[in-house]
């Protein structure tokens, strides 16, 4: 059987790239879901120049157009869910119901974003003067490059795509080179819309070609970024340097608070669900599970039980509870923040350990360490993998300290019954997102997703506040005479 072959989509045309990649399955390396085209820098300003051109029609378009657009994507998503959710299983390596789930996500956020096409407007006060009117209006920003990692296939991409589209921006996006297949599948779904020509454009290929081409442009008014802190920070520091709008969202290393007084059965929960599922491959996952004296044991046993049962196999398989490492790299990475854990003292409980299955594929049991401290590496550094480790505290006050001690500030939890402590935790947890008795991972489409310190930069994504990186405001004084 011939592998099939996918092209990049620029200028309302699909081209061929000077070269192509292969999109492995990572629950089976035998298995090539495509060669997927890899864009050069001419492909890329090409691209930029095609959405610059678009600029002016898609700015000019009316609510209901692009209404119309955005629920027409989350309408055919939604149709076709248990297909596209394969895909992205398949080439991301999270469980089917997960690959669903986060299909479905996507058209969700779709069609709110639809609806904030029709919502979105600005303000009229009364001026400071006699006989003015001021009325703040909402404007695209222009050009936006949208660039995204591999963990959340076409979940990211589209709380990126959809308000860009909704707020009349013109787009180039482009995908991590290990998932590209979702993201050629919304580009797709795109190209039959009645978006003008150009206004939306796939770029796939290598970040330090396409990604910083789509970076430096001039033409290009807002960089909106997902991915690594190194990236990241390199990102920023040249967008701002020729004043483009940048929002990033990195890295966290977010805690888990388990008090004395917790719900034991809902602790253990909060803690294996957002620190072991997608296998562990979430910004939002805890790695960090901070744990007082009195429930330390029970809740250390709890666990480990817990990751007895869960079965490491094929995404597709059915009965799967986590799928594989998405790659040899990051599993070879993963390994080597056990060893240093164990390195520095830590004591590995349960798994860790490379394990095989039928089919080829990156396949690791989850990690769990006790014994450790917060000044460790395996406390400070992302692992981005199904690691976590527990470090045990006396009380509330240096649960929170502990917790807020990282350089990141993403998603932070607490597990206990008493409200003074969740109350205290929702009011000085340092991270753009907090959760009482719930995984530190799992948010809803419709409110803000972000986080402080390290973690992010720019203004929020997701929800209403998504306008405010996505249009630009003016303020018009007029005498009324
Ligand atoms: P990455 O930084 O390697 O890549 C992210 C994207 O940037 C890819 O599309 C890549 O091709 C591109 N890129 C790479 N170099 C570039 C350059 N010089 N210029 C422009 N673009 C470039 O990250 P990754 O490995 O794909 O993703 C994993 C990371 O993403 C983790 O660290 C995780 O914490 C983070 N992440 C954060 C969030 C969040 O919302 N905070 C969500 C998901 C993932």
């Given amino acids: 059987m011939t592998t099939p072959r996918f092209h990049n989509f620029i200028d309302g045309q699909w081209v061929a790239g000077d070269a192509s990649r292969p999109n492995v399955n990572p629950s089976d390396t035998n ?46 998503l939604l149709a076709r869910k248990d297909e596209i959710g394969r895909l992205l299983s398949r080439e991301e390596g999270k469980t089917l119901p997960e690959g669903i789930g986060e299909t479905v996500r996507a058209a969700m956020i779709f069609k709110f974003f639809a609806g904030e096409a029709l919502r ?52 180039v996006h482009k995908p991590a080179e290990l998932v ?47 991915g690594s802190v190194a990236t990241g920070r390199r990102l920023i520091a040249a967008a701002a340097a020729r004043q483009a709008k940048v929002q990033a969202e990195m890295g966290g290393k977010n805690p888990l608070v388990v008090l004395d007084d917790a719900d034991l059965g809902v602790a253990v929960n909060a803690a294996v669900q957002s620190a072991y599922f997608s296998t562990g491959q979430r910004c939002t996952a805890s790695s960090r599970f901070i744990v007082t004296a009195g429930i330390h044991d029970a809740f250390v046993a709890a ?10 196999d094929h995404a597709l ?41 039928e089919t080829p594929g990156f396949y690791q049991r989850p990690a769990l360490f006790v014994n450790t401290t917060n000044a460790m590496a395996i406390s400070r550094e992302e692992v981005f993998g199904p690691v976590a480790n527990v470090v045990r505290v006396a009380d509330y006050d240096e649960a929170l300290a502990v917790a807020n001690d990282t350089e990141f500030g993403l998603s932070s939890g607490i597990c206990t019954r008493s409200l003074k402590a969740a109350a205290n935790f929702r009011r000085h947890a340092q991270a753009g997102m907090v959760m009482v008795n719930l995984p530190t991972a799992g948010v809803d489409y419709h409110v803000p997703f972000g986080g402080t310190k390290g973690s992010s930069h720019g203004p929020r994504e997701q929800g209403a506040y998504a306008a405010e990186f996505y249009s630009t405001v003016k303020t018009s004084y007029v005498a009324a005479g």
């Fill in 303 to 312: 666990v480990a039980d817990k990751l007895r049962t869960l079965k490491v």
């Fill in 180 to 226: 590209p297949g979702c993201a050629w599948t919304l580009a797709e779904i795109l190209s039959r819309t009645a978006l003008p020509r150009g206004a939306f454009n796939l770029l796939m290929g290598p970040g330090s070609r396409v990604g910083a081409t789509m970076v430096d442009a001039p033409a290009v008014r807002a960089i909106s970024f997902t």
């Fill in 120 to 171: 979105h407007g600005g303000e009229a006060l009364p001026s400071v003067r006699p006989g003015v009117d001021v009325e703040i209006t909402r404007h695209p920003v222009g050009v936006v490059s949208l660039i995204t990692p591999w963990n959340f296939p076409i979940a990211i991409p589209a709380w990126k795509i959809a308000p860009a589209l909704a707020f009349g921006n013109t787009v």
């Fill in 31 to 76: 298995d090539i879901i495509g060669e997927y085209a890899q864009a050069d820098e001419a492909q890329a300003l090409a691209a930029i120049a095609a959405a610059e051109s678009a600029a002016p029609a898609w700015a000019a378009s009316t609510p209901q157009q692009r209404f119309d657009v955005l629920d027409a994507v989350g309408s055919e």
């Fill in 317 to 357: 398989k059915a009965g799967t509870d986590i799928g594989p490492v998405v790659d040899a790299r990051q599993l070879a990475s993963n390994l080597a923040h056990i060893e240093r854990a164990k390195g520095d003292g830590a004591e590995l409980v349960f798994g860790g350990d490379v394990v095989e299955r």
